[in-house]
């Protein structure tokens, strides 16, 4: 995967196909009765078709926000697009009428939302809100749509779904209900889909079913997945590429097993080091120090400078850019000469890297 | 994202089976390919478009109808309706006289037989006016109700949905005819108009009515239209005239039935209080709110004359509100 860094060419070295999702350059502001919160402050990534891109970072990181301004569900006001551009299936979305945007939502690129109970509509049936999709989108009958519904159900392994497509979401548990969430995204087979913390609301052994079951799709359909999560558990095994958030900024970029073996971001060394382990159990766990930062105030510099242990002067006042990243250890990156796709905002990424 | 108005701990309750689908899916199963699931489909006997899955989908009204067939309290209270509209249209099925024959000799005298119920002042016989009193009460009600409900419904949603500039002007609007006084309001307006037929009191009832109705329906859908699922439909390519219709009015519109029936036992009420100002209907129209104004005075003497209007009165009002609790009731699944 080609990490778009500033909205630049694709390197003539890859394969010319523009990917399904090229983010580039976003900003997003909410423009509050306090002052302007800035959310999301440049952000680019690119996702193909049939790639998984994780986003990491803590709450407020803006990785929620990035989202509903690719999907255009942005609550405006208070939120507004700034500046960036939002390339899906090469055309840039941020440029289409509302009733385009309409039609590739749902289509074209679809949403999982973190809790189904309240993401669901409680007073309609789960059979009639699945056949919605096909009512709205192909124009099927209230009959047709409903047989759909019962297929799709079938698909994401509800059992006895042709008995259960007449029953309210509040008669599922939380796992079938994520479920019918992942149907209703799927419905109509979209070429991109975002999945905001699918599995958050969920105990642990039904959070790997899910995943599970998001995989299979994605690689069944050859659909493209973003992955919204702050579960570092969750995406180890799913993803192939993870983009670290921190203050509306991605901080690394990076292919996930690279990621995993050797952080280039002191942010993301902090996030593994604070994943609970059985081989130290016993010691104190490991936590970043401090807050994330108030985003109508933004520190200067590096924005993690604050809580980072590796901070120096240089750090308080000069904004690292996403510098490339190069990595001997890195399959992609054999030679360790770069182009491994791997991006860091950090003044110091080789020493972090080297640090063990 | 603000939480949704209701806990998950509601569950299966209320006769649910107990329920082996919620327990989870076995994993590691064969690859997810509609052939398979079309196999179980027919090993599970339902072929596609039978009669299984049909059987138990409905709309939300339809689910809903069928929930209020088995509801005592609906069944009684819409009996009484019923019965009420009937006299309403016919009232000459069950009283075979006439309410303006007088027979001043038998003025405020209690029942006899063929009189049950006694005379009134004028002595006409009460429960022939009781009868005949029903048309304009239900009249005056019904369609007072209806008509703030579906005005300030379509005002007040419409204004909570799509906010701004219109919302704004809107509950100006309203907050200025919220406060008009009634009684003043009633005196003013309908001073002018002399008819004394029902509808220049359904039209002053729904002038001053709609403000109430429009505030509770744009409150609940402003607070519908903040929860997850309208985000989620929105994200899923719905429009707003479908996000309005499907999404946010069936969950908004519980509390509007619930003040719409209590208003209607009030606006039945309002109709007597301005028939008693002497600006609301007018004899010869035979109203409830007349008779009760007209025996209000002679209660120590005979309160047989208020008692069988004002009884009549209750009964109709409590029957709305228990229909009203009903409907409501039977709108929300949770509650099934």
């Not at chain 1, 709450?59 to 301004?69: C, D, E, L, N, R």
Request: proline share 8%.
């Amino acid at each position: 995967m080609t990490v778009v860094n500033e909205p630049s060419p694709h390197p003539a070295t890859e394969a010319p196909a523009e990917p399904l999702l090229d983010v580039r350059d976003l900003h997003v502001e909410f423009r509050l009765r306090d002052g302007v919160s800035q959310a999301v402050n440049g952000v680019s990534y690119a996702v193909r078709a049939g790639e998984t891109l994780a986003v990491l970072g803590e709450s407020g990181s803006g990785k929620s926000v990035t989202a509903q301004a690719i999907m255009g569900i942005l609550d405006s006001p208070p939120g507004y697009v700034t500046a960036g551009q939002v390339r899906f299936q090469g055309r840039d979305l941020l440029t289409l009428g509302r009733e385009e945007r309409r039609k590739v939502r749902g289509a074209q690129m679809a949403m999982i939302f973190q809790d189904a109970l309240s993401a669901l509509n409680p007073v309609v049936s789960v059979g009639a809100q699945l056949g919605e999709m096909f009512e709205v989108h192909r124009g099927l009958s209230r009959k047709a749509a409903r047989q759909r519904a019962i297929e799709l159900m079938d698909r994401v392994r509800i059992p006895a779904a042709a008995q259960r497509v007449g029953d309210y979401p509040h008669q599922f548990s939380g796992g079938m209900r994520q479920r019918i969430m992942i149907a209703m995204a799927m419905a109509l087979e979209p070429a991109l889909i975002i999945a905001d913390e699918p599995t958050t609301a969920l105990d642990v052994t039904v959070q790997a079913q899910v995943m599970e079951l998001l995989a299979e799709l994605r690689r069944e359909l050859d659909m493209g997945l973003i992955l919204i999560t702050h579960d570092l558990g969750v995406v180890a095994d799913v993803a192939d590429t993870i983009a670290v958030m921190y203050a509306g900024r991605i901080v690394e970029n990076a292919p996930v097993h690279d990621l995993y073996r050797a952080p280039a971001h002191p942010y993301t060394r902090g996030l593994l080091d604070s994943i609970p382990r059985l081989d130290q159990k016993g010691q104190e766990l490991y936590a970043i120090k401090g807050l994330p930062p108030n985003l109508m105030h933004i520190p200067p510099g590096c924005p993690f400078h604050p809580r980072c242990p590796r901070a120096r002067d240089v750090c308080r006042v000069d904004r690292p850019p996403l510098y490339e990243v190069t990595d001997p250890g890195s399959v992609a990156d054999a030679g360790g000469v770069g182009g491994g796709g791997r991006t860091s905002a950090c003044h110091f990424w080789e020493e972090t890297l080297d640090d063990e | 994202m603000p939480e949704p108005p209701h806990g998950p701990g509601q569950g299966p309750a209320h006769g649910l089976p107990p329920d082996p689908h919620t327990a989870v899916a076995p994993t590691g199963g064969p690859a997810l390919d509609l052939a398979s699931s079309e196999a179980q489909t027919l090993e599970g006997g339902q072929p596609p478009g039978g009669p299984g899955p049909e059987a138990r989908v409905g709309s939300l009204w339809s689910d809903a109808w069928r929930d209020l067939r088995r509801n005592p309290v609906f069944i009684i209270s819409a009996l009484i309706i019923l019965f009420l509209i009937v006299i309403a249209i016919w009232p000459s099925l069950i009283a075979s006289g006439s309410p303006y024959k007088a027979n001043l000799a038998k003025a405020q005298e209690g029942a006899e037989p063929g009189h049950p119920f006694g005379y009134d002042v004028q002595g006409r016989d009460l429960y022939t006016r009781v009868v005949y009193g029903a048309r304009a009460s239900i009249v005056v009600g019904v369609c007072a109700t209806a008509g703030a409900a579906l005005l300030g419904s379509l005002l007040g949603g419409l204004a909570g949905f799509f906010g701004g500039w219109g919302d704004a002007v809107l509950s100006r609007v309203a907050d200025i005819f919220f406060g008009i006084p009634i009684v003043l309001g009633g005196l003013v307006f309908l001073s002018v108009i002399t008819s004394g037929s029902v509808w220049p009191v359904v039209g002053f009832i729904v002038l001053l009515g709609w403000p109430q109705i429009s505030r509770i329906a744009r409150g609940s859908v402003v607070t519908a239209k903040q929860n997850d699922y309208v985000q989620a439909a929105r994200a899923l390519g719905a429009s707003n005239g479908r996000l309005l219709l499907r999404h946010i009015a069936p969950n908004a519109v519980a509390p509007v039935i619930v003040v719409a029936t209590i208003a209607l036992g009030t606006y039945i009420s309002l109709e007597a209080t301005l028939s008693y100002l002497g600006v609301g209907l007018k004899p010869p129209t035979v109203s409830w709110g007349i008779d009760i104004s007209a025996a209000s005075t002679h209660i120590r003497n005979a309160p047989h004359m208020l008692l069988w209007p004002a009884g009549a009165l209750s009964i109709t009002v409590l029957a709305f509100i228990m229909l009203g609790d009903a409907v409501r009731d039977a709108l929300d699944p949770k509650l099934r």
